[in-house]
Structures are given as structure tokens and as C-alpha cells.
């Protein structure tokens, strides 16, 4: 497993091994969002898509009213 050190990040270690961080808070909400906008998108990978064509139509009606 490749790591990346983060200077923010302090790591414990514990008999020579990391074995938890901590991080700025910022930075691990910034992670929950990240796995939460994640889940969302496996959660609905079986949805069917619009086209793009249609998107921007339905925009720019609702931009009139």
C-alpha cells in the first residue's frame, strides 16, 4: 500500500507501526463528505442517465418562471 505523508497529519505509532492519525478537523470532514458523496454515487450506479441535451432545456425553463 503506497502512503502519503501529510504534514498536517500526525500519526500514532505504536511497537514501530502507524497505527492511527489524526488530522485537522477540516480536513477529516472534508473526508466524511468525500466518502458520503461516494456512497451516493455506488448507491445509484444502476439509474438510468439524461442526456445532456435535455439537462440544459430543463434548466433553462425553470430559469424563466
Do not use: F, Q
Not at 1 to 28: C, D, H, Q
Amino acid at each position: 500500500m503506497k502512503t502519503t505523508m501529510n504534514p498536517k497529519a500526525e500519526y500514532v505509532v505504536k511497537n514501530g507501526r502507524r497505527v492511527a492519525v489524526i488530522l485537522p478537523l477540516a480536513e477529516y470532514e472534508a473526508l466524511l463528505e468525500d466518502a458520503d458523496d461516494l456512497g451516493v454515487i455506488a448507491s445509484r450506479k444502476d439509474e438510468p442517465t439524461i442526456p445532456l441535451a435535455l439537462v440544459k432545456r430543463r434548466l433553462k425553463k425553470h430559469v424563466r418562471r
